[in-house]
């Protein structure tokens, strides 16, 4: 709240964003793991974490749905839906085809 307090006191005018408030305009995400705990679970795939009753690596958090203008996205699969026109694009270009900006 104090974020969109100051955005828009030097304005003059009401708050519009940066609150969850009806009537305001709100984009949020959707995760399951604490993120003052580890910031990395905000990351689209997550974190590794150490299981402690396995001993093994895991991996947790990752953004689970995203909220944008009042539409619900599936953060998953977007990554997912990018995965895959990646491979098609791979795919499509033949193996010798300069990108920019990339060393051979």
């Known amino acids: 709240m ?14 519009e964003f940066g609150v969850i408030r009806e009537g305001l305009l709100a984009d949020m995400i ?10 990395k679970v905000l990351y689209g795939t997550g ?4 299981n ?5 690596p895991e991996r947790v958090g990752g953004v ?7 539409i619900v996205y599936d953060a998953k699969q977007l990554l997912k839906d990018v995965e895959n026109m990646v491979i098609r694009q791979k795919a ?3 193996a010798n085809t300069k ?6």
């Open 92 to 94: 499509e270009r033949p």
């Open 47 to 50: 974190a590794v974490r150490l």
């Open 99 to 104: 990108v920019p900006g990339q060393q051979n």
């Open 2 to 15: 104090y974020g969109a307090e100051e955005i828009f006191k030097p304005l003059k005018k009401p708050i």
């Open 64 to 70: 689970k749905y995203t909220i944008k203008d009042g």
């Open 30 to 39: 959707i995760i399951d793991e604490n993120p003052l705990q580890n910031l």
């Open 52 to 56: 402690d009753a396995t001993g093994k």
